[in-house]
């Protein structure tokens, strides 16, 4: 056979080797339920899984709509406002099957956000959404994306959803990422909340239906997660309830340390607004999953109203509530987390923002803190076994984590 033949033969079996990339089927118990190609924000397309595993439930959201899925994101859900929490969004990026990466990129958003907002355009909520007086319209996902990393994101259901269940879907679309790439490993960003069922998945806190930790994580960072746990909501009640409490203008979909409070002279009952269960209602669990005590070493914020029965529960001059420590007997995971383990296999990468200068809130002010998580327990490394590295931008805010250029930069070098 001719030399010049065989060069070109094997051309072209390189090319087709290189160029197929090999892919398998989902796991038997996820169920694609639709795909939608034309999406917002730069995104390429986003698939709707369902897990049909038993031992998902579905969790409560607020009577009023505060928390229901909006935007593209309601369309995705089926055009379900309130979707059942078995059912989750993966989005995948311009690239995400043609990237130079080798190892591709999940990443995972925070409490009352989703996917677009976080990651692909801060300012789709306006003027202070993304923690500044503006915000840019591109995000992490167009920086990696652009640097030859396949891209994806998970949606979930339940915006203050239960970490238990939304640990187990990263799992869920870490193993539909490598069905579809035919990789071994992905690479985890978990930001704020998202720190939870991130850093969760890897050490297999799971609940007694859920399935372990599958080996595929190759580096997992965590964007101003609590991972020492923080008491914001109880250290600030009065100025946090304000934007919550309905009769006094509140409408964010965030959870109240008080269940009475008075507004304008009138004194109202809220146990649906609870991050403690109360009167049948739990609709922020993944809140009070997050929860530890900080008095003992920042102290209370005594400048606040009922700033004592706030945190340490009882009956104020104008609220009620139970206190922190109901609270987190009620269910904080933080010494479950800390005790238990990550993976040595897995290094662990930490990252604290130190400015705490959001816009439109009360801002933590106790201690050194990106104006929600202190410093601190971003950084804290209990129950880290392989710690990557632990880095402070002190120029960003807690919401700037997802787009400052410093912090952008700081995770591309984690993961390249």
Not at 157 to 177: E, L, P
């Amino acid at each position: 056979m001719p030399r010049t033949l065989i060069a070109v033969i094997l051309t072209v079996v390189a090319f087709f080797t290189t160029a197929v990339v090999p892919a398998s089927a989902d796991p038997s118990y996820l169920s694609l339920e639709a795909t939608y190609p034309t999406v917002s924000n730069g995104w390429a397309k986003v698939d709707r899984y369902r897990d049909t595993t038993a031992g998902f439930h579905d969790e409560q959201y607020p009577p009023d709509g505060r928390g229901d899925q909006d935007g593209q994101r309601r369309t995705f859900f089926g055009g379900v406002a309130r979707p059942s929490s078995s059912r989750f969004l993966l989005y995948s990026a311009p690239g995400w099957n043609t990237g130079s990466q080798a190892t591709p990129v999940l990443l995972v958003h925070g409490a009352n956000d989703n996917p677009d907002r976080a990651w692909a355009n801060p300012n789709e909520s306006g003027g202070f959404g993304c923690g500044s007086a503006s915000c840019p319209s591109t995000g992490l996902m167009q920086y990696l994306s652009s640097r030859g990393f396949r891209v994806f994101a998970i949606g979930f259901a339940h915006k203050q959803g239960d970490n238990y269940q939304q640990a187990q879907q990263v799992g869920d679309a870490i193993a539909v990422i490598k069905a579809r790439l035919g990789v071994g490993s992905v690479d985890v960003v978990g930001w704020s909340k998202g720190m939870m069922s991130a850093r969760m998945y890897v050490a297999s806190v799971r609940p007694a239906w859920g399935r372990a930790y599958a080996g595929d994580v190759r580096r997992l960072a965590l964007l101003g997660g609590p991972n020492g746990g923080y008491d914001y909501p109880f250290a600030h009640g009065w100025a946090h309830d304000f934007s919550i409490w309905p009769e006094c203008g509140g409408k964010v979909n965030a959870p109240s340390p008080h269940t009475n409070m008075t507004c304008y002279g009138q004194y109202t009952s809220h146990p649906e607004l609870s991050i403690t269960p109360t009167g049948g209602w739990d609709a922020y669990p993944g809140q009070r999953q997050m929860l530890a005590r900080w008095d003992g070493v920042y102290g209370v914020n005594t400048s606040t109203q009922d700033w004592y029965t706030t945190y340490y529960g009882g009956q104020g001059f104008y609220t009620n509530g139970p206190g922190i420590q109901a609270a987190v007997n009620a269910g904080s995971l933080i010494a479950t987390i800390q005790g238990a383990p990550t993976p040595s296999s897995v290094p662990v990468y930490l990252l604290a923002g130190g400015s705490p200068t959001i816009v439109g809130i009360w801002n933590e002010t106790r201690g050194p803190s990106d104006g929600v998580v202190f410093v601190t327990s971003a950084l804290d490394t209990t129950g880290v076994t392989t710690v990557g590295a632990t880095t402070l931008v002190g120029s960003v805010n807690h919401l700037q984590l997802g787009w400052a250029s410093a912090a952008m930069s700081t995770v591309t070098g984690w993961l390249s």
